[in-house]
């Protein structure tokens, strides 16, 4: 009997392990939002990419749009490195939204929510 109830917390415990995972996996994709400060941006809308990006013609899709073409300035990762790294981007599509003063929110993933407040 001892053994049953053994391998049933041993499945318990895996799927709530399962469950962790997904939920910081979706977040990550999603949530995230976070504020930021910045001199080196002047106010407008940053599209952060990378050519290994998997989703970022999808996200430069929804940009356009939305915004149009010139609505907002895209910042590969190629070519800005030391602004990722500045920033504290390390995953990308995101998109950075910067207001007066360099104070900003970054929207990382699909830019529905950034989109979705205009």
Not at 6 to 21: D, E, M, N, P, Y
Not at 37 to 51: H, K
Not at 87 to 106: Q, T, W
């Amino acid at each position: 009997m001892d053994e049953v109830w053994t391998r049933v917390g041993l499945v318990v415990g895996a799927l709530a392990v399962a469950a962790g995972v997904a939920s910081v996996q979706r977040w990550r994709a999603g949530g995230g939002e976070r504020a930021l400060s910045t001199q080196r941006l002047s106010p407008g809308i940053y599209y952060f990419s990378s050519a290994s990006c998997a989703g970022c013609e999808s996200a430069r899709r929804k940009l356009d749009a939305t915004l149009g073409e010139g609505g907002y300035k895209e910042m590969a990762w190629e070519r800005e490195p030391g602004l990722f790294d500045e920033l504290g981007i390390d995953s990308v599509p995101a998109v950075l939204v910067v207001g007066e003063g360099g104070r900003g929110r970054l929207y990382p993933g699909q830019p529905h929510r950034v989109l979705a407040r205009r």
